[in-house]
């Protein structure tokens, strides 16, 4: 038996961690349902996402010890395989130290991922926001249809379809 994990039951609306705790380990959901989310500045909570079996959350834990960013929750009853950073690193290191090098290279350039991910959600929002504003724009300024073309006075003589910007047809 591994000193690494260790299964943990939680019932339906049971805390499995908060946000704003220090964090120590990385949760595998084995049956249920876990919600995690986020208070934001004005105390408003917002789903992040939700793991369900087979999935991790918490996984930033892994990485380095640091301060939670989110809430997890059972959202329906669950149960879990916590792992527990310190102990994995401590058998890392005893067991290999190549291993426990790259470990720590790759927790590095992910932790750096996830550091400029925040500004990336930033930006993310900034051009949604853009795009809103465009669609707003466009949708107040949009040109309406041009007029039938009359007959031509030409009988059987062929006549150009009205100009549409829209009409891909005749673009070559």
């Given at each position: 038996?591994?000193?690494?994990?260790?299964?943990?039951?939680?019932?339906?609306?049971?805390?499995?961690?908060?946000?704003?705790?220090?964090?120590?380990?990385?949760?595998?959901?084995?049956?249920?349902?876990?919600?995690?989310?986020?208070?934001?500045?004005?105390?408003?909570?917002?789903?992040?996402?939700?793991?369900?079996?087979?999935?991790?959350?918490?996984?930033?834990?892994?990485?380095?010890?640091?301060?939670?960013?989110?809430?997890?929750?059972?959202?329906k009853p669950s149960k879990c395989v916590a792992i527990d950073r310190r102990r994995l690193m401590k058998t890392l290191d005893s067991q290999d130290p190549f291993i426990s090098a790259l470990f720590g290279i790759l927790a590095n350039n992910m932790?750096?991922?996830?550091?400029?991910?925040?500004?990336?959600?930033?930006?993310?929002?900034?051009?949604?926001?853009?795009?809103?504003?465009?669609?707003?724009?466009?949708?107040?300024?949009?040109?309406?249809?041009?007029?039938?073309?009359?007959?031509?006075?030409?009988?059987?003589?062929?006549?150009?379809?009205?100009?549409?910007?829209?009409?891909?047809?005749?673009?070559?």
């Amino acid at each position: 038996k591994s000193d690494i994990v260790q299964i943990q039951s939680f019932s339906e609306g049971e805390v499995i961690f908060r946000q704003g705790e220090q964090s120590g380990a990385a949760y595998l959901v084995r049956e249920g349902q876990v919600r995690v989310g986020k208070t934001g500045e004005a105390g408003a909570v917002s789903v992040v996402g939700f793991a369900g079996p087979g999935q991790i959350f918490g996984e930033d834990a892994l990485l380095a010890e640091g301060i939670r960013s989110t809430t997890a929750l059972a959202a329906k009853p669950s149960k879990c395989v916590a792992i527990d950073r310190r102990r994995l690193m401590k058998t890392l290191d005893s067991q290999d130290p190549f291993i426990s090098a790259l470990f720590g290279i790759l927790a590095n350039n992910m932790q750096s991922m996830i550091d400029k991910g925040a500004d990336l959600d930033c930006l993310l929002q900034d051009l949604s926001d853009e795009h809103d504003a465009v669609d707003s724009f466009r949708d107040a300024t949009e040109r309406k249809p041009a007029a039938k073309v009359p007959a031509s006075p030409n009988k059987g003589a062929p006549t150009l379809p009205p100009d549409d910007e829209d009409d891909d047809a005749f673009l070559i």
